[in-house]
């Protein structure tokens, strides 16, 4: 299984971003999917979760308004649009995926991160 996370880089202050994470999964469309977060010196935190229909979110509050996630099970990929971000969003972002199709709880499957940071 490979999950492979990309669209980081490096944005100032309230400018967005969006990442995007392919999967290897062969039944995509019956995972939960979410998007996790490590800033530096910091434990890793669940930033924003989606379960396998599209139709459920979870966001940790300090994101709720600014950040989107989506999914497209047909490209078997989902999303993380992140809207006016801020300096402590700095991070090193990972996708994770559940096989029980909630948007929360344990996970199964992890990609690599992608490096976000945002100047103030």
């Known amino acids: 299984v490979q999950l492979q996370a990309s669209g980081g880089g490096l944005v100032q202050a309230g400018g967005s971003l969006r990442l995007s994470c392919a999967a290897s999964?062969?039944?995509?469309?019956?995972?939960?999917m979410g998007w996790f977060r490590q800033a530096p010196g910091k434990e890793r935190e669940f930033a924003a979760g989606?379960?396998?229909?599209?139709?459920?979110?979870y966001y940790v509050d300090s994101v709720k308004g600014r950040f989107t996630i989506f999914r497209d099970n047909a490209k078997k990929t989902v999303y993380l649009q992140m809207n006016s971000l801020k300096p402590e969003d700095t991070a090193v972002y990972y996708c994770a995926a559940n096989s029980h199709g909630t948007g929360y709880g344990n996970y199964d499957y992890w990609g690599q991160g992608t490096q976000v940071t945002v100047s103030s």
């Open positions: 989606i379960d396998w229909s599209g139709g459920r979110t």
């Open positions: 999964l062969r039944t995509f469309s019956s995972y939960g």
